[in-house]
């Protein structure tokens, strides 16, 4: 795992022969799973797409395979929008300063912004745990 984290994402992936993973899906998944939380934030959407595309077709087999494969780009996906919605809140404080070329209107429709990113990142990760677990959602 040290050594994959340190490795470009797709380094990581392709270092991982097919039939591999095909054979090995459980073992596969949980590396997969560990590796994808060790990520930085950003830069686990990129690697929930492979992931996924790996569930839907090597490790179709899995129980729930496709329902992973979901939970697995909507947890991503939730990390990746708080991020922006972190990012966002910083542009209040760079408006105060005289170098600035935007005001309060930009801030406050990026604030409005942020909330939103923040509630669909909400719904995003309880969804994603509920397909995780094998809950029925709707």
Not at 56 to 63: D, E, K, V, Y
Not at 110 to 117: G, H, K, M, T
């Given at each position: 795992?040290?050594?994959?984290?340190?490795?470009?994402?797709?380094?990581?992936?392709?270092?991982?022969?097919?039939?591999?993973?095909?054979?090995?899906?459980?073992?596969?998944?949980?590396?997969?799973?560990?590796?994808?939380?060790?990520?930085?934030?950003?830069?686990?959407?990129?690697?929930?797409?492979?992931?996924?595309?790996?569930?839907?077709?090597g490790m179709a087999w899995l129980p729930r395979a496709y329902d992973k494969a979901v939970a697995v780009e909507l947890r991503s996906?939730?990390?990746?929008?708080?991020?922006?919605?972190?990012?966002?809140?910083?542009?209040?404080?760079?408006?105060?300063?005289?170098?600035?070329?935007?005001?309060?209107?930009?801030?406050e429709r990026y604030e409005r912004v942020a909330e939103q990113l923040r509630?669909?990142?909400?719904?995003?990760?309880?969804?994603?745990?509920?397909?995780?677990?094998?809950?029925?959602?709707?």
């Amino acid at each position: 795992m040290a050594i994959a984290i340190r490795r470009p994402i797709g380094g990581v992936l392709s270092a991982l022969d097919e039939a591999f993973v095909d054979a090995h899906a459980e073992a596969s998944e949980r590396f997969f799973l560990a590796w994808l939380d060790a990520l930085p934030r950003t830069d686990r959407i990129g690697a929930a797409r492979d992931i996924a595309d790996h569930y839907i077709l090597g490790m179709a087999w899995l129980p729930r395979a496709y329902d992973k494969a979901v939970a697995v780009e909507l947890r991503s996906l939730a990390d990746a929008l708080r991020v922006v919605a972190e990012t966002q809140a910083g542009y209040r404080e760079l408006s105060e300063s005289p170098d600035a070329g935007f005001g309060l209107p930009l801030v406050e429709r990026y604030e409005r912004v942020a909330e939103q990113l923040r509630e669909i990142a909400a719904l995003a990760s309880v969804d994603a745990e509920r397909l995780m677990r094998g809950d029925p959602t709707d």
